[in-house]
Structure formats: structure tokens, C-alpha cells
């Protein structure tokens, strides 16, 4: 299974723009990039995916690298509800299986 | 998306004694996953379950410890086995959707082996 590397934790003041890293430099042609969180006493929650494009959507942006080895989760305006830990998920095509890296802790100050 | 319902949502039980966690989706799924995470620690994957077949367990994990039932296309569980200590984790189930492939995840069930 491919890995990823993230920060272990990062820090934000709210309302200001907040860029987690990720790195996968043993990326495969066919993997999806995944993006997941977890707030505080609950399961991860899907935040965004992609192949090789960038991607946004109502929670957020993802920017990938022209040759896939990294990836970079976009939050515009963090808020205090974003403080959670959020994790990079390479997904093999070929295969169902999600396998958790370490994951970043975001931290945002009022 | 998927609703996905965990009981119990917490135990505290006596070391060799087994719990059954059972998992409960709101819609049919094909694929059902179960996770472990220890305290301050990421995610694990215990298994796959598919509906209709044994379940395939990850490297380190094995059935006598982690059984796992599937009976329909809405329902699982897992039992710890013969429990110790360290078994004290959260465990989490999750659903996978359709194409892209997300995954909903369970509110867990937090185990304390006393």
C-alpha cells in the first residue's frame, strides 16, 4: 500500500487561508487522492478526492502536483469547526482498501 | 451518502471476556470496513467484510480474535475476542459508496478492557 507523509500538526488563525501538505512520492498511475477528517469524538468525514487535477468543492480545494508526488488540502477561511485532524488517503483503483497515514492536526486560534 | 449506527457506543468490560459491535447502514452496501484506532493514534483496518463471503483480515489481525459476521447488505459485526488491556481502542465501521469510492464512517464504539 502506497503512503503518504503529512505534518503531524499545523496551526491557523481563524478566517485566514490554511494549505496541509502531503506528500506520496510512491504514487501509482491509477491512485485516487483522498482527503478525510476527523473532528474530535467522531469518525473521519469525506472532504474531497482526486486523481490529477485540481479540485474544489463547498469545503474545500485540492491542488496536485504535475507529477502526483504531492498534494496540498485548501481550507479558504478556517474556522473553529475545522479544527480536527485530517488525513491524506492514497486508494488504489484496483482495490476498496483505505490505509490511514498519520495525519495532520489543525489547530485554529480564534 | 450512507447513515451509519454503532452499538454500543462504549463499554467497559473484564479482561477474557468478548464483545459483539454491531454495525448498522441505513441503505444496502456491497463493501463494509472495519477500523481500529487506538488512543492518540490514526486509523487501522481490521477487515473487509463482503456480503456473502468470509471476511479478509490485514496483516497482524487474525479471525479467532476478530470474528466478523455479514448477514445482509446492511448489518455487520465484530466481536473482540478474549480481550485484554490492549484492546482498550475506538472501533469504527465504515460503508463504501458508489464511484468515487468514499467511505462514511460509523461514530465508533470505545472499548475499555479493565
Known amino acids: 500500500d502506497a503512503k503518504t507523509t503529512q505534518p503531524n500538526s499545523m496551526e491557523s488563525n481563524e478566517e485566514e487561508p490554511v494549505h496541509l501538505p502531503c506528500n506520496h512520492s510512491t504514487i501509482s498511475g491509477t491512485d485516487y487522492i483522498h482527503w478525510y477528517r476527523q473532528l474530535p469524538s467522531q469518525g473521519p468525514e469525506y472532504v474531497i478526492h482526486g486523481l490529477t487535477s485540481n479540485v474544489n468543492n463547498r469545503m474545500a480545494s485540492l491542488a496536485i502536483a504535475e507529477d502526483r508526488k504531492s498534494s496540498t488540502l485548501i481550507l479558504h477561511r478556517a474556522t473553529l469547526r475545522d479544527a480536527a485532524v485530517y488525513y491524506c488517503?492514497?486508494?488504489?483503483?484496483?482495490?476498496?482498501?483505505?490505509?490511514f497515514g498519520t495525519g495532520t492536526s489543525l489547530t485554529v486560534i480564534p | 451518502s450512507a447513515v451509519i449506527s454503532q452499538k454500543p457506543s462504549r463499554d467497559i468490560c473484564q479482561r477474557g471476556t468478548s464483545l459483539t459491535i454491531q454495525c448498522q447502514v441505513d441503505?444496502?452496501?456491497?463493501?463494509m470496513f472495519w477500523y481500529r484506532q487506538q488512543p492518540g493514534q490514526s486509523l487501522t483496518l481490521i477487515a473487509t467484510a463482503n456480503q456473502g463471503s468470509e471476511a479478509t483480515y490485514e496483516s497482524g489481525f487474525v479471525i479467532d480474535k476478530f470474528p466478523i459476521s455479514r448477514p445482509n447488505l446492511t448489518f455487520s459485526t465484530l466481536t473482540v475476542s478474549n480481550m485484554s488491556p490492549e484492546d482498550s481502542s475506538i472501533y469504527l465501521c465504515s460503508v463504501e459508496s458508489g464511484f468515487p469510492y468514499e467511505q462514511y464512517f460509523g461514530p465508533g464504539t470505545r472499548l475499555t478492557v479493565t
Open positions: 441503505s444496502q452496501v456491497t463493501m
Open positions: 488517503i492514497l486508494r488504489a483503483n484496483t482495490g476498496n482498501q483505505f490505509y
